[in-house]
């Protein structure tokens, strides 16, 4: 019994979500019509620098405001698109919409770069990086502004091709980051071969690392294989000052994300919350490696 109570609170504090929520799950035809009915909107994350807590740039997630049932988040949509083929409408109304909101901060003399998450389907396209380079072309975005955020475990399906799209997407200057990673299951091979340039760490290996034998080991042996293939090390999951301080002082992590520094919010938040990050920041960069 003491194990499993271990178990349960080790789980709880995986996740901010209740360990059983309520889930809907929609049909294709709904989530087709949440699509192509324009019921799709962005959230955006930041991601900053470490130590400094600079802004480098956001994270699209996207949110599905459905008329009924409010702001449905990705886990109960993404998976139907997936296997139904609407994955590849879904990200280029997503990427789209990201590259019009870069323009506009970019107009106010913010210059953020955004990372999108795509699938293993764009993958498979082989005119995803044209998509991608007129797409950034049509909304005056330079490429170098542009992230992909491409999870671990899609890296195996078909090997060959993915190297393929992914070397042209980053000889295009975008910059290619692997996500969740500790997740997957790529091979060394995969890492060894594409160019990525920074590897994300799961937030299930960062929170809490400080206080979690198991967790921290495979977050500095992780970031440690990064740094000798010269990517960038990034986190997610940084949900209190501990982690914050842990990932700057111990891991010498380059990019922090997390509930700690801001919640997704719509783009027309992100002003705001700027301000008020810029206030709190010099509190934060007395932590130094
Ligand atoms: P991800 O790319 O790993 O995104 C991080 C997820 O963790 C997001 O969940 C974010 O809201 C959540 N998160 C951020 N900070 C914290 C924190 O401090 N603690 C905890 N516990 N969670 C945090 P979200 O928005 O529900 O997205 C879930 C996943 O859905 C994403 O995981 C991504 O894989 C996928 N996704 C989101 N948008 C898109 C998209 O446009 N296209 C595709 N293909 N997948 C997407
Ligand atoms: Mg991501
Ligand atoms: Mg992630
Ligand atoms: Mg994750």
Redesign the pocket.
């Known amino acids: 019994l003491e194990q499993l109570q271990r178990i349960l609170e080790q789980h709880n504090s995986l996740?901010?979500l209740p360990l059983y929520s309520a889930r809907k799950i929609y049909s294709v035809e709904e989530v087709r019509r949440g699509i192509r009915g324009g019921e799709l909107i962005n959230?955006y994350?930041p991601k900053v620098r470490l130590p400094s807590g600079e802004v480098t740039g956001v994270?699209?997630?996207?949110r599905w405001q459905h008329p009924e049932d409010g702001l449905v988040?990705?886990?109960q949509f993404?998976d139907t698109a997936e296997e139904h083929g609407l994955?590849d409408e879904?990200?280029r109304i997503?990427l789209v919409k990201a590259l019009q909101d870069c323009w506009h901060w970019q107009q106010a003399n913010l210059s953020l770069s955004i990372a999108?998450?795509?699938?293993i389907s764009n993958l498979n396209s082989v005119d995803y990086p044209d998509f991608i380079v007129q797409s950034a072309k049509e909304a005056g975005v330079d490429l170098s502004n542009v992230v992909l955020?491409v999870?671990e475990s899609q890296l195996m399906h078909n090997p060959l091709t993915v190297l393929d799209i992914l070397t042209r997407l980053r000889l295009k200057n975008i910059t290619l980051s692997i996500?969740?990673f500790g997740t997957g299951h790529s091979s060394l091979t995969q890492l060894r071969d594409i160019p990525f340039n920074e590897l994300k760490v799961d937030?299930g290996f960062v929170?809490d690392a400080c206080h979690q034998p198991a967790r921290r080991a495979i977050l500095e042996a992780s970031f440690d294989m990064a740094r000798r293939l010269g990517m960038k090390t990034a986190a997610?999951?940084?949900?209190n000052l501990d982690d914050w301080r842990f990932l700057t002082m111990q891991v010498k992590c380059d990019i922090a994300?997390?509930?700690?520094i801001a919640?997704?919010m719509p783009a027309g938040e992100l002003f705001d919350w700027m301000q008020e990050w810029e206030a709190r920041r010099p509190s934060l960069m007395g932590f130094k490696p």
């Open positions: 996740s901010a959230h994350q994270e699209v997630l996207v988040l990705p886990d993404i994955i879904l990200t997503v999108v998450n795509i699938s955020e999870t996500d969740d937030a929170h997610e999951g940084v949900e994300q997390g509930y700690f919640k997704p």
